[in-house]
DNA sequence: GGCCAGGCGCGTA
DNA sequence: TACGCGCATGGC
């Protein structure tokens, strides 16, 4: 039994779709249960409902509530941020698809560690290798009556400490020498990741790829979701599709063309913009195969 | 049963 | 710079 009181926040907020910003990609750990999605942030469990513009949220001794306003991003205006995407029809659509739809201040190493899972996996393979690792290697963590076990993401430190038949066994397949190897290079402090923050964005990125199974496209997901860099862009085979399809229609663009297009066309909040296409991408029109 | 998935690393042209 | 391939595994 925990020792400390649950205690419970109410937060007012504008343009905040929960379910739309946790089903969306970005974060892989949150569990619809009921009218309420629990996870984990740090090592906290969290229970979140919304109503409307009200976001309320159940959590243990958590002090003040700055680290979930931080995680949510609360502060942030969204409209203010999608009033600077370019006004194609497109964008317009998957804006109004994706109503509501925000990006996540995740932790860094969680973060990493679930994109370099990624490769070549859907969404839901991607949360469930995330859950077996938690559940193998996290601490348990105490949760609200009547919820499921939940769990800390283990540190690089216990994923270092790991065998690679061990992250075999979480269904990781050919990614668990690359997480293994990258949980050991953190460990060593080849990287300290509490400094990326303070770099510019492309010297971010390269001390990123550094890392064993972390390409650009990885380490833009890392940028974007745990860093808030907002003209990081990942482009994965979604986004590549959708900037062919609508944007380069009558011609098969080079991949640096592409990528030139990626950073100029979307503005200051081009990440954003982004993620608004992929899920738009992934939830709408985009299941149709043939065309890419 | 075949195709695809929020790729990366490496070899080759 | 661009392309092809192998890598594991499960959903559809």
């Known amino acids: 039994m925990p020792s400390s009181p649950l205690e419970s926040v109410e937060f007012v907020v504008k343009h905040y779709n929960l379910a739309v910003t ?36 159940e959590s243990f001794a958590p002090a003040d509530w700055l680290w979930l306003r931080h995680y949510l991003q609360l502060d942030v205006s969204l409209e203010e941020i999608v009033a600077t995407f370019p006004q194609d029809p497109a964008m317009l659509a998957a804006v109004s698809h ?19 899972c990624s490769s070549t996996k859907q969404v ?29 993401f283990p540190t690089a430190a216990r994923i270092a400490a790991a065998t690679e038949a061990e992250l075999r066994a979480c269904k990781l397949g050919f990614r668990a020498p690359y997480l293994l190897g990258a949980a050991r290079a953190l460990d060593a402090g080849k990287i300290d990741l ?44 979604w986004i ?19 990528l030139k297009f990626s950073q ?24 149709s195969r043939r065309s890419a």
């Open 98 to 116: 994706c109503c509501g739809m925000r990006l996540l201040r995740q932790e860094p190493w969680e973060c990493l560690a679930s994109f370099i």
């Open 194 to 237: 509490s400094r990326l923050a303070e770099l510019p964005l492309d010297e971010a990125r390269a001390m990123l790829i550094e890392l064993p199974g972390v390409g650009v496209k990885i380490a833009d997901c890392v940028l974007l979701f745990a860093y808030g860099f907002q003209r990081a862009f990942p482009v994965d085979v």
């Open 240 to 258: 590549r599709r959708a900037l062919r399809e609508i944007y380069f229609p009558k011609r098969r663009p080079k991949p640096a063309r592409i």
């Open 22 to 57: 946790f089903a969306c990609g970005q974060a892989f750990r949150w569990r619809q249960s009921g009218g309420a999605w629990e996870g984990v942030i740090g090592s906290r469990w969290v229970r979140l409902r919304q109503e409307e513009d009200c976001i309320s949220a």
């Open 124 to 152: 839901v393979q991607i949360q469930q290798m995330t859950a077996l690792l938690s559940s193998r290697f996290g601490d348990p963590l105490p949760v609200g009556e009547g919820s499921a076990a939940a769990f800390s």
């Open 264 to 287: 100029s066309y979307f503005g200051p909040h081009s990440g954003y913009a982004q993620q608004y296409l992929f899920h738009y991408m992934r939830t709408s029109r985009g299941r």
